[in-house]
């Protein structure tokens, strides 16, 4: 299996370039009016559509209603539907076949309790996006550069698909990416200059880190 890299939150078409020329095989939009990195659905899809084919295209959500998911939907066309919101599993199943699309259900961790809000969704989400709960205060639900104990994810069942989110940088994705199941790992804040600016500067070097780790884990388990 391909490990995923998902650069979240992107807002230009240099940023775009720049994590599609260097190996994401994810970018995210976010729409989610509160947060830094909000756009537009019509600027997402102009953006979409410049690499549209050679990455998948995630949109990002909480708990938006039917006409937004429907705006999203035309003028995107994403790849998957992230949902950060408090979907319940009923929402999902009603949202994957009304929009026909696959549904990665994010969820917050913190203690070893979180890890049962997971079981619900197991057989529904086509994949999971584990993210830190976000500090006292924040409205946004994700995007808040903390992190969580990875070692709590030593409990998830084998079979369960997640991407790793929560407070990765260049300084850390490389031990997260060597030390856990996860599939995949995505960030947003970790690779900016400020709230909603990508760096990209930030993004080579995290590009450096994670891909380097990847090469590593591949060959540590060939040699099992």
């Known amino acids: 299996m391909t490990f995923s890299i998902k650069i979240c939150g992107l807002k230009t078409a240099e940023a775009i370039d720049l994590a599609v020329r260097r190996g994401a095989t994810h970018i995210g939009f976010i729409f989610f009016?509160?947060?830094?990195?909000?756009?537009?659905p019509v600027d997402a899809g102009r953006l979409a559509d410049a690499v549209r084919g050679r990455v998948k295209i995630v949109a990002v959500t909480v708990d938006a209603d039917q006409d937004f998911l429907d705006e999203i939907v035309s003028e995107v066309r994403p790849d998957i539907l992230q949902l950060h919101g408090h979907e319940t599993p009923e929402d999902l199943l009603r949202i994957k076949a009304f929009y026909a699309l696959p549904v990665?259900?994010?969820?917050?961790?913190?203690?070893?309790d979180d890890l049962e809000r997971i079981e619900p969704y197991i057989g529904i989400a086509d994949r999971f996006l584990l993210d830190a709960k976000p500090p006292a205060g924040s409205e946004l639900p994700g995007g808040n550069g903390v992190t969580f104990d990875w070692r709590l994810l030593d409990a998830l069942d084998g079979d369960v698909d997640y991407m790793l989110s929560g407070g990765l940088?260049?300084?850390n994705v490389g031990e997260a990416i060597r030390t856990i199941r996860s599939t995949g790992i995505d960030v947003s804040s970790g690779v900016e200059s400020a709230p909603g600016v990508k760096d990209?500067?930030?993004?080579?070097?995290?590009?450096?880190?994670?891909?380097?780790?990847?090469?590593?884990?591949?060959?540590?388990?060939?040699?099992?």
């Open 33 to 40: 009016a509160k947060s830094p990195r909000y756009i537009e």
């Open 104 to 112: 990665m259900k994010a969820l917050s961790i913190r203690d070893p």
């Open 169 to 171: 940088s260049k300084n």
């Open 200 to 224: 990209l500067s930030l993004m080579d070097e995290f590009f450096d880190e994670a891909l380097r780790a990847v090469s590593d884990r591949r060959v540590a388990r060939s040699q099992k």
